[in-house]
């Protein structure tokens, strides 16, 4: 088993596809990894252990190209902003 360190923004599922090449490892991650959460995104910077590689070509692939996925939300969106909330012809503009 080895261990990575965690970039911003990443979930568990971008943790899983980099480190083990397929999205079936995922629960592999949480079960050597009590303190993540399927649901959310993992803290930055923290040793992550991980699972065995089930798919070589793709986690070659990502090693071989650096290639650290961050699908995570870099910021919130916040109450009273977006489209449930704009107003037609006040606040979003039909032309």
């Known amino acids: 088993m080895s261990k990575i360190t965690a970039y911003?923004?990443?979930?568990?599922f971008?943790?899983?596809?980099?480190?083990s090449g397929s999205l079936e490892a995922v629960f592999d991650l949480?079960?050597?990894n009590?303190?993540?959460k399927l649901d959310g995104q993992?803290?930055?910077?923290?040793?992550?252990?991980?699972?065995?590689?089930?798919?070589?070509q793709i986690y070659e692939y990502y090693t071989h190209n650096a290639i650290?996925?961050?699908t995570g939300l870099a910021e919130a969106v916040t109450?009273?902003?977006g489209?449930?909330?704009?107003?037609?012809?006040?606040?979003?503009?039909v032309q």
């Open 8 to 12: 911003s923004n990443q979930t568990c």
């Open 14 to 19: 971008d943790l899983t596809l980099q480190t």
């Open 30 to 32: 949480i079960a050597l």
């Open 34 to 36: 009590p303190e993540l």
């Open 42 to 56: 993992v803290a930055e910077a923290i040793e992550i252990r991980t699972p065995v590689v089930i798919n070589q």
């Open 68 to 70: 650290t996925p961050a």
């Open 79 to 81: 109450a009273g902003d």
């Open 83 to 93: 489209i449930g909330y704009w107003i037609i012809n006040q606040d979003f503009i």
